[in-house]
C-alpha cells in the first residue's frame, strides 16, 4: 500500500459479524465523520461490513479507501463464528505485512476482540500510535452479564467466556504508547484496573440519534403506555419488564406494553410463551426487530420507556428514549449514574417498584410531561458528531 502525503488513520474493525450495535454505530459516524478531515482513512474490515456501510451511504471515495477481508461465516453465532476470527486472522495478515507502516501512522482498533487485537500487533511493532476503543467492560466471570449487580453467580457459557478472555488478552497486548477511548465515567474506576498498561481518555456524553430521526418536540399523542427496546437476551432484563406488566395490569387492565426487538428463535419462542402464561397477549405488542425511522416513530408512540437491563455499557437505548423525550424508569445501576434528567431510578430487580413508579407516572400527566421535556433536553445534548470530533481530536494529537 502506497504511502500517502496525507496523515493516515488505519480503523480496524475484522469483528463486524451482523446486527448493529452502539459500538458498531460509534465506528460508523466515527468514520464518516472522518472522511471529511484532512487524513486517508483506510478501514480494514469484512466484506459483509463494508456492504452494510455502502448501504447506509458511506462508500469508498476520496479520504476513504476500504480494505476487505472475507466473512468466513454462513451461521455466525458460536463455534463458527471463532472458527471465522482465526480465519480472518490469517487473511488480514498479509495484508497488515505488506503496508508500508510510518511511525505517525495511527491505527484505531475499534474494539477489543482478538479478532483485532493480535493482528494490531503488527502496527504496534511498526511503532505505530495505537488506540484502543473500550465499548463495555466485560464483568465478573462467574457473575456475568446477569449476575454482576443482582448478586448472582452463573456457569459462563462459551460465548461469554471468549468476551472475557478477549478483554485479558488486549489488556497483555496493548502498548504502553498507545491510548485507551471510552465513554462511561464510572469507567474511570475500573479501566486503570483492567487495561493498566497505557493511559485512557473517557468521551462523554456517548452515544446519539441521526439527526434525520430527531424531532422538534416530544410526541402529543401516543399508542403505547410503555416501550422496551432492545436485544432479546437475559441480560436486558427482558423478562423483568413482561412482569412489570403483569404487576401494572392488576390496577390497570388495559396497560400496553410495545416490544421492539428480536432474539434467537428460542428466545422468541420463550418469550411469547411467558406473554401467553401471563395472559398478556392484548396488553403486550411484539413489534420485531425495527431500524433507523420506523424505530424512532415507536418510540415516540410510547408515553414511558422502561429501561429493565441487569449490564450495559453506556445504554445507547436510554440516549435514544431521551432523545424522543420518553421519561424513563430504571434500575439504579452503576452503568446509569450518567442520566439524572427525565429518568426516575428504582431497585435492581426490583419489577414491584418499577411497576408502581410507572403507574405514577402514567396517572399524573402533569409529572410525566415535565420529566419528558428534561428527557428530550438531556437527551438532545448527545450527539455522534460529538464523540467522532473528541475520537478525532484523541488520535491527531502529539501525545497520543
Known amino acids: 500500500m502506497p504511502h500517502s502525503e496525507k496523515p493516515r488513520i488505519f480503523h480496524l474493525d475484522l469483528a463486524y459479524t451482523k446486527g448493529w450495535s452502539g459500538g458498531d454505530n460509534c465506528t460508523f459516524e466515527t468514520i464518516k465523520y472522518f472522511t471529511d478531515k484532512p487524513v486517508e482513512n483506510i478501514h480494514i474490515t469484512t466484506e459483509r461490513c463494508r456492504a452494510v456501510y455502502e448501504e447506509k451511504g458511506i462508500r469508498e471515495q476520496d479520504g476513504l479507501t476500504f480494505t476487505t477481508v472475507p466473512d468466513f461465516c454462513e451461521k455466525p453465532d458460536g463455534f463458527e463464528l471463532f472458527k471465522a476470527y482465526f480465519r480472518r486472522i490469517r487473511a488480514v495478515r498479509p495484508i497488515l505485512k505488506n503496508i508500508d507502516w510510518k511511525k505517525d501512522d495511527v491505527v484505531i482498533l475499534h474494539n477489543e476482540f482478538f479478532v483485532n487485537t493480535i493482528p494490531g500487533l503488527i502496527p504496534t511493532k511498526a511503532g505505530c500510535r495505537m488506540f484502543y476503543w473500550i465499548h463495555m467492560i466485560s464483568p465478573d466471570l462467574f457473575k456475568g452479564f446477569s449476575g454482576q449487580f443482582t448478586h448472582t453467580r452463573h456457569i459462563p457459557d462459551p460465548a461469554f467466556i ?29 479501566i486503570p484496573k483492567l487495561f493498566p498498561k497505557c493511559p485512557y481518555e473517557l468521551i462523554y456524553p456517548y452515544s446519539g440519534v441521526d439527526p434525520r430521526f430527531r424531532s422538534s418536540a ?18 436486558k432484563g427482558l423478562f423483568d419488564a413482561i412482569d412489570t406488566v403483569a404487576f401494572m395490569k392488576k390496577r390497570k387492565p388495559d396497560i400496553r406494553l410495545a416490544l421492539i426487538g428480536s432474539g434467537s428463535e428460542e428466545m422468541e419462542k420463550t418469550v411469547r410463551e411467558k406473554i401467553e402464561e401471563l395472559e398478556l397477549t392484548e396488553n403486550i405488542i411484539l413489534l420485531g426487530a425495527l431500524f433507523d425511522r420506523e424505530k424512532y416513530e415507536a418510540l415516540r408512540r410510547a408515553k414511558v420507556y422502561l429501561m429493565t437491563s441487569h449490564f450495559e455499557g453506556y445504554c445507547n437505548v436510554m440516549v435514544e428514549a431521551l ?9 439504579d445501576a452503576p452503568f446509569h449514574r450518567v442520566f439524572t434528567a427525565g429518568v426516575i431510578k428504582v431497585p435492581m430487580q426490583d419489577v414491584h417498584q418499577l411497576a408502581e413508579s410507572t403507574l405514577e407516572l402514567l396517572g399524573n400527566e402533569k409529572r410525566r410531561a415535565e420529566l419528558s421535556a428534561a428527557a428530550f433536553e438531556a437527551g438532545n445534548r448527545h450527539t455522534w458528531e460529538y464523540v467522532a470530533e473528541q475520537t478525532y481530536k484523541i488520535a491527531r494529537s502529539t501525545d497520543g
Not at 488478552?169 to 477511548?181: D, Q, R
Not at 416530544?218 to 441480560?235: I, K
Request: charged fraction near 10%; include cysteine; proline fraction near 7%.
Open 323 to 331: 432523545t424522543m423525550g420518553l421519561p424513563v424508569v430504571a434500575y
Open 218 to 235: 416530544p410526541a402529543a399523542t401516543f399508542d403505547y403506555d410503555c416501550v422496551w427496546l432492545g436485544r432479546f437476551h437475559a441480560q
Open 162 to 190: 471468549h468476551y472475557w478472555l478477549s478483554q485479558r488478552l488486549c489488556a497483555f497486548l496493548m502498548t504502553p504508547n498507545g491510548k485507551s477511548i471510552s465513554h462511561n465515567p464510572y469507567y474511570a474506576e475500573l
